[in-house]
């Protein structure tokens, strides 16, 4: 029987739409149990915000890392037990997310993720890609033809995180630790009164 990992993270672009965390978190979850056929009880739920975009900021991605370890025995898998094939091939992991860009917004970690998933034999399922997998019976071109539709994923994923990431930075300044719009108005987002549901 397989393990069934549903991996949701939230951003902080995410929750500029005066949601809670918890909220866009619990978002992510019903379409992927209905899209699945999954129940939720069967399931290790892992929630998380970070970004997926800023590589230096993945160190506080506790639950991702976690994810990595039990898919790729990262803390002990080497660079040499990959190239001699020295891993457990078959983990019957089935990996589920919203959206693939949910795990990484990078063009390099997407490929380097998706390479490993093909290794190690993890099943990526997410609500807005189809046919992520990598199969044994794949001919070349069809393998070629996945990893690429990956590279494209990612690229546009990576893109689309740069792009706010500019606009961000072009439409605001730091003061003395103080965010403010180029207008003169001070940056933050709407309060959230969470005494009231």
């Known amino acids: 029987m397989s393990q069934k990992i549903i991996y949701l993270r939230v951003s902080k672009q995410d929750l ?64 040499n037990d990959l190239f001699l094939s020295n891993y457990v091939k078959d983990s019957n992991i089935e990996l589920y997310v919203f959206d693939s860009n949910r795990l990484m917004r990078n063009i390099e970690f997407g490929m380097l993720f998706a390479i490993l998933r093909s290794l190690f034999n993890i099943k990526l399922f997410s609500v807005n890609q189809n046919n992520l997998n990598i199969e044994e019976t794949d001919l070349i071109g069809q393998r070629m033809s996945k990893y690429l539709m990956g ?26 630790g103080i965010t403010i719009s180029r207008d003169g108005n001070k940056w933050k987002r709407p309060r959230q009164d969470h005494t009231s549901h």
């Open 151 to 176: 590279t494209v994923d990612s690229y546009l994923a990576e893109g689309y995180s740069q792009n706010i990431s500019d606009h961000t930075k072009k439409a605001t300044k730091n003061i003395n």
């Open 16 to 79: 500029d739409n005066d949601k809670t965390e918890q909220q866009v978190l619990e978002d992510q979850l019903p379409p992927i149990l209905k899209k699945f056929n999954l129940k939720e009880s069967e399931c290790l739920i892992l929630k998380e915000k970070g970004s997926a975009y800023k590589i230096d900021k993945i160190k506080g991605r506790t639950e991702f890392l976690s994810m990595l370890d039990m898919c790729f025995n990262a803390k002990t898998t080497t660079i």
